[in-house]
């Protein structure tokens, strides 16, 4: 149970200078994900940062609106969700024009909350086996663990993907192929995942528009984000495996995907930013100054 200070906190609306922060709005707008009923929302603050003296723009505010000037640029957590942005330019009492970009930030979603309040994505299962299974220890050992490229490798990379059933894939072939070795999935019959090969969806994921997700032993049932996190529903399965694409957020930033349960029990949680197999280090959000 959130105290009440933290659920004040979940709604702080900004406005900060045009370009101060990176913005990018992903895939939501608070019509999208209401704010849950036991939220107490911040009033709003308008703030100018900045000026300029062309000659074009309208005031957006009414009469009797004070402006604050807002010398240093307020601290917004590093792990707190852009859900809304919008910018505007309006002149100013000495007819400058000043342009302003107004952002809303939430604290991370909880599963729970993803799971009441977020945007229901259609998906797609571009291959499928029923009959899949992890092939004994002993055989993956003498196919893979032990010779070829892997052989004498750092244990804990080598038999990550044999201890996990979920991963996110990126198009690269040298990543698929160790995931698919390591993982056990050199059983399967190469045709399986044909259709995710089809080009207009392999250019999707290079762009990142496209999120495709291997998931072992289990059935995707829905799919729900906000923003950047993601809860991914499955169901176990003793035999299968799928893999399955979606929408990435219309910005190019790393995802927080949870898998779990239908009851919404955390199975695994991958947080790109961290991943392993995440292949863009440039497109971490950085804290600003």
């Known amino acids: 149970m959130r105290s009440k200070e933290d659920l004040m906190s979940l709604l702080l609306t900004l406005v900060i200078a045009l370009g101060l922060i990176a913005g990018c709005t992903p895939g939501v707008t608070p019509a999208a994900m209401p704010v849950p009923p036991t939220a107490t929302p911040v009033q709003p603050t308008s703030t100018v940062l900045a000026s300029t003296a062309t000659?074009?723009?309208d005031s957006p505010l009414g009469p009797g609106v004070i402006k604050e000037v807002l010398t240093t640029v307020p601290e917004i957590?590093?792990?707190w969700v852009?859900?809304?942005?919008?910018?505007y330019a309006y002149r100013d009492e000495e007819g400058h024009l000043v342009t302003v970009r107004e952002a809303e930030y939430r604290e991370p979603p909880t599963v729970a909350e993803i799971m009441d309040y977020g945007e229901e994505l259609s998906f797609e299962i571009c291959g499928e086996s029923t009959t899949w299974e992890r092939p004994a220890e002993q055989e993956q050992n003498a196919n893979w663990w032990s010779s070829g490229r892997y052989a004498?490798?750092?244990?804990?990379?080598?038999?990550?993907p044999w201890i996990h059933n979920f991963f996110v894939v990126y198009g690269s072939a040298s990543g698929e192929y160790d995931i698919t070795n390591l993982s056990g999935l050199w059983t399967l019959p190469g045709n399986v995942r044909a259709k995710c090969f089809e080009p207009e969806r392999h250019d999707a994921i290079l762009k990142l528009q496209t999120a495709e997700v291997w998931v072992l032993l289990h059935k995707v049932k829905t799919i729900k984000r906000v923003g950047t996190y993601y809860v991914i529903v499955v169901k176990p399965t003793e035999k299968g495996v799928q893999f399955v694409q979606f929408p990435r957020p219309e910005c190019q930033l790393p995802l927080t995907l949870y898998f779990v349960t239908e009851e919404g029990q955390e199975i695994e949680r991958i947080v790109e930013?961290?991943?392993?197999?995440w292949p863009y280090p440039q497109l971490i959000p950085t804290p600003q100054p």
């Open 77 to 79: 957590p590093e792990d």
């Open 82 to 87: 852009l859900v809304y942005e919008k910018t």
């Open 273 to 277: 930013a961290e991943s392993r197999y």
């Open 55 to 57: 000659p074009e723009g």
């Open 152 to 160: 004498g490798g750092d244990e804990e990379v080598i038999k990550y």
